[in-house]
């Protein structure tokens, strides 16, 4: 692993939870991703309502906050399929217009591939109800939606061949760009790989723009990698992170300077921790914030300043998690310049995992 200049933040955290629920038997929730509109609200999306990591009915939920993130709203529920629908990530496309995305397993994937990893006490619902689902309504795939009231009412549901848990981002040009690992959407040659994709019509309709190349790394495949994400630099270029299970668990970094047709080939960070999230900061910066599954547990920041050619300091957000089911940290700027990033992890004494926050600051 790389060698960093870690720096730890503990003062000038302020730690909080978005949504908590101990009190009910679906109370796991997870996969947050945060946006801010240009009215200053918070939105925080995440798959809520579930029974555990594995289980067959979780529910796209959204809290707002007015506040700068002291204070969050209950949980509004987006989309509840006949499937479970996982992850959550959110842009706004400017004014009070947000984009929320997810994905869902297809109906033979949780009866056949994960049954046997599937929460119990939903298995037998699950086994009972899942063979009934019409098949209009079983594919599983990516999707989303786009509200333009701040999330009060949505649109039609649009399915994407690709996916990652932070979902698109909003490039200065108006069009959105989605780097997203393919999804439950196999063609004829090279399933699952990763797509760059761009719509210009509020995600109505999609264009593929190009491929990444697989990294140059002997034994990998791409069934190792996962959960990408990007960020638009200020000269144009886009720079990519993705999830890397090859040894070890750690993020490759790749990037275009063509707006997303070419890609360079992915090298490994050599952090300890992922699935990444990009930011661009309005300093300059460029902000990687990932979940370290390993002791000491919890939540850590990367910080570049020269447009991702190095990244010499790595910030403890938080290394007090009790084990490694936690993670999934996604940033946004607040008006001041300090950083709030939203994550799940577990609260002292609960026995699952919570939406919770942190604000702190370069």
């Known amino acids: 692993m790389r060698e960093v200049n870690c720096v730890e933040i503990r003062k000038t955290v302020k730690n909080g939870i978005v949504y908590r629920s101990v009190d009910t038997l679906f109370r796991y929730n997870a996969w947050p991703t945060v946006c801010r509109d240009d009215d200053g609200v918070l939105y925080t999306v995440y798959s809520g309502f579930r029974g555990a990591h594995i289980c067959p009915f979780g529910k796209t939920c959204l809290c707002r906050s007015f506040d700068g993130g002291r204070t969050w709203t209950v949980p509004a529920v987006v989309n509840d399929t006949w499937l479970d629908d996982r992850d959550a990530g959110i842009v706004c496309l400017g004014k009070k217009t947000v984009m929320v995305s997810w994905f869902s397993h297809p109906v033979e994937a949780y009866l056949n591939r994960y049954h046997d990893a599937i929460w119990e006490p939903a298995r037998g619902l699950m086994d009972m109800l899942y063979p009934k689902i019409p098949e209009s309504k079983n594919k599983g795939g990516s999707f989303i939606r786009v509200s333009e009231d701040g999330g009060l ?173 936690l993670g999934y940290p996604a940033t946004t700027e607040l008006p001041d310049g300090r950083l709030l990033t939203v994550y799940y992890q577990i609260q002292p004494g609960d026995d699952m995992p919570c939406i919770q926050y942190s604000v702190w600051e370069l």
Not at 155 to 164: C, E, K, M, Q, Y
Not at 229 to 253: C, K, M
Not at 285 to 299: C, D, K, Q
Request: aromatic share 6%; hydrophobic share 35%; proline share 10%.
């Open 153 to 325: 009412t949505w649109g039609d549901t649009v399915r994407l061949p690709v996916s990652a848990p932070h979902g698109p981002i909003l490039r200065r040009d108006g069009s959105i760009f989605y780097l997203g690992k393919e999804m439950w959407c196999h063609g004829p040659e090279q399933p699952d790989v990763i797509i760059a994709m761009e719509s210009r019509d509020c995600g109505r309709t999609w264009q593929e723009l190009g491929r990444v190349p697989l990294p140059d790394i002997e034994g990998i495949t791409w069934g190792s990698l996962h959960e990408p994400h990007a960020v638009e630099l200020p000269d144009g270029r886009l720079l990519g992170a993705i999830r890397s299970e090859y040894n070890d668990f750690t993020v490759l970094l790749t990037s275009s300077e063509d707006g997303g047709r070419t890609w360079a080939v992915p090298k490994p960070l050599g952090v300890l921790g992922s699935p990444p999230h990009l930011l661009l900061h309005s300093s300059g910066a460029v902000i990687l914030t990932f979940g370290r599954r390993h002791p000491p547990f919890g939540e850590r920041a990367l910080v570049s300043r020269d447009g991702g050619a190095t990244w010499p300091e790595e910030i403890i957000i938080r290394d007090d998690a009790p084990n490694g089911d």
